[in-house]
Nanobody
Framework: QVQLVESGGGLVQPGGSLRLSCAVS????????MAWYRQAPGKQRELVAA???????NYADSVKGRFTIWRDNAKNTVYLPMNSLKPEDTAVYYC?????????WGQGTQVTVSS
């Protein structure tokens, strides 16, 4: 069974930075495209960033130039450093396989951007 453990969230002021991590176990991590998603209160989950097995990346327009997705296959971990954070980035952040997902989700990590 695949396990996804997200970490690194917290409370940060506007303009601040955080680095999210997602440790994946129970699957052959390196062969899958992975993605970060987020869900704000009262909104649907949305795709934030994705990275293929070949390390090609794509981003939601709202985070381009501020967020960077990368992966360490030796550690079965995908990362999301986030800079220049804005209040509208406040959400619970999740990682998962990119289309289709693994069929289960981790607990997510809360990111709150507020002064």
């Amino acid at each position: 069974q695949v396990q996804l453990v997200e970490s690194g969230g917290g409370l940060v002021q506007p303009g601040g930075s955080l680095r999210l991590s997602c440790a994946v176990s129970g699957t052959i991590f390196s062969i899958y495209a992975m993605a970060w998603y987020r869900q704000a209160p009262g909104k649907q989950r949305e795709l934030v960033a994705a990275i293929t097995a070949g390390r090609n990346t794509n981003y939601a327009d709202s985070v381009k130039g501020r967020f960077t997705i990368w992966r360490d296959n030796a550690k079965n971990t995908v990362y999301l450093p986030m800079n220049s954070l804005k209040p509208e980035d406040t959400a619970v952040y999740y990682c998962n396989r990119r289309d289709p997902d693994f069929g289960s989700w981790g607990q997510g990590t809360q990111v709150t951007v507020s002064s």
